[in-house]
Every structure is written in structure tokens, then in C-alpha cells.
T-cell receptor, first 113, second 112 residues
Framework: EAGVTQFPSHSVIEKGQTVTLRCDPISGHDNLYWYRRVMGKEIKFLLH????????ESGMPNNRFLAERTGGTYSTLKVQPAELEDSGVYFC???????????FGSGTRLTVV | QQQVKQSPQSLIVQKGGISIINCAYE??????FPWYQQFPGKGPALLIA?????SEKKEGRFTISFNKSAKQFSLHIMDSQPGDSATYFC???????????FGTGTRLKVLA
């Protein structure tokens, strides 16, 4: 079974630009999550999709962040406009309904300069 | 507000030694406590998990000890190997929420 795929693996953008991160979950996993780790800090929850619906977006920092999940398959996380404090590693994870434990992707390292 | 406090931040252990990482939580509604292992360039991977109805869970060289009254849990790695060198994250969640609260991570280095 293919794992959770994220791309790009790295992105360096200037403050004020737009960046879109993509996540392809494991096929058949209805649950999809986005998390972020800022350097040296905890991995912090951003939001949770069940299929194409946002179940919990309580961790989204502000309205510069927009997440979508097209047809309940892949998901994108757009940051517009990017600020310096948005730098970090963005992780996507997926799980089957009712399962405990996630499968994480390798992450996208975003650097805003 | 940090709801799961993890220590130490980094740990160096000799090969064959015991690695111990501790976590403390505040929210008594938490009822699932996983540990994740992350190698450089990879995402975190589920290592072992425990629920509060048991005080200890062992899988191979990895053991979780859980103290419900103290609201603490710890990961013990017996006979630590250089291949165990990674960052370890504890986490906590409440049934039905699917959202994890992670600790800040412990970078473990096992010397050959």
C-alpha cells in the first residue's frame, strides 16, 4: 500500500507570496489531517477532514490559511499571503474511520524569507 | 498553552543502555497516549500506544509506563541501539476527537 504523499518536500518563498501544499492520503482513508511543526516546538494540529468535509478546523492560525479536499481524495493547503511566522514543517496524515493512530507523510518544509 | 509536556529535549545514551523519555499531561479527558518515532526526512511513525486502563505496555524493546494519578507516562527503550537514534514524540487524545496533542519532541542519539 502506498503511503501518504506530500509535495513539494521543500518550498522557499518570499513574504507576501502564495504557496500551495498538496497531500495524497492512503487510498481508502476517509480521515485526513494537517499538522505543523515550527522549529523545536510541538507538532500542532491544524485541521481534520472526513472525506471532503472539514470536521475540525480549530487549529488553523488565521484566514490566510485555506484547506480543501477535493472529492474526498487529495487535499491542498494554501497560504496566502505567506508571513515569516508561517515557516515550519507541514505534515499531512491519514487514517481509516475508527482506526487509532495515523500514517504521516514525510512533510513539506516551508521557509518564508 | 502546552497541554503535554515532554522531557528531556535531547538525550544521549550508550549502546545497550536504557533510554527514558517522560511526558506529563493536564487534561484528564485524554484516554489514548501514543508515541511516535521520527527519522530525519521522514514523517512521524506510530511506535506504541497505551490507554489508561493499563499501567504498562511492552512491545519488544519498547515499553510505555503509565501513571494515571500523576498524569504522567514515559517511554523506555531497553538495550538502546544506534538505529534507535531519532526524534520521539509523545501525544495524547480523547476518544472520538481524532485530534492529537503532541509533546515538543526528544532527540535521542545512541552512541555506538
Amino acid at each position: 500500500e502506498a503511503g501518504v504523499t506530500q509535495f513539494p518536500s521543500h518550498s522557499v518563498i518570499e513574504k507576501g507570496q502564495t504557496v500551495t501544499l498538496r497531500c495524497d492520503p492512503i487510498s481508502g482513508h476517509d480521515n485526513l489531517y494537517w499538522y505543523r511543526r515550527v522549529m523545536g516546538k510541538e507538532i500542532k494540529f491544524l485541521l481534520h477532514f472526513v472525506k471532503e468535509s472539514k470536521q475540525d478546523e480549530s487549529g488553523m492560525p488565521n484566514n490566510r490559511f485555506l484547506a480543501e479536499r477535493t472529492g474526498g481524495t487529495y487535499s491542498t493547503l494554501k497560504v496566502q499571503p505567506a508571513e515569516l511566522e508561517d515557516s515550519g514543517v507541514y505534515f499531512c496524515a491519514s487514517s481509516r474511520q475508527g482506526a487509532e493512530g495515523y500514517t504521516f507523510g514525510s512533510g513539506t518544509r516551508l521557509t518564508v524569507v | 498553552q502546552q497541554q503535554v509536556k515532554q522531557s528531556p529535549q535531547s538525550l544521549i545514551v550508550q549502546k545497550g543502555g536504557i533510554s527514558i523519555i517522560n511526558c506529563a499531561y493536564e487534561n484528564t479527558a485524554f484516554d489514548y497516549f501514543p508515541w511516535y518515532q521520527q527519522f530525519p526526512g521522514k514523517g512521524p511513525a506510530l511506535l506504541i500506544a497505551i490507554r489508561p486502563d493499563v499501567s504498562e505496555k511492552k512491545e519488544g524493546r519498547f515499553t510505555i509506563s503509565f501513571n494515571k494519578s500523576a498524569k504522567q507516562f514515559s517511554l523506555h527503550i531497553m538495550d538502546s541501539q544506534p538505529g534507535d537514534s531519532a526524534t520521539y514524540f509523545c501525544a495524547a487524545s480523547t476518544s472520538g476527537t481524532y485530534k492529537y496533542i503532541f509533546g515538543t519532541g526528544t532527540r535521542l542519539k545512541v552512541l555506538a
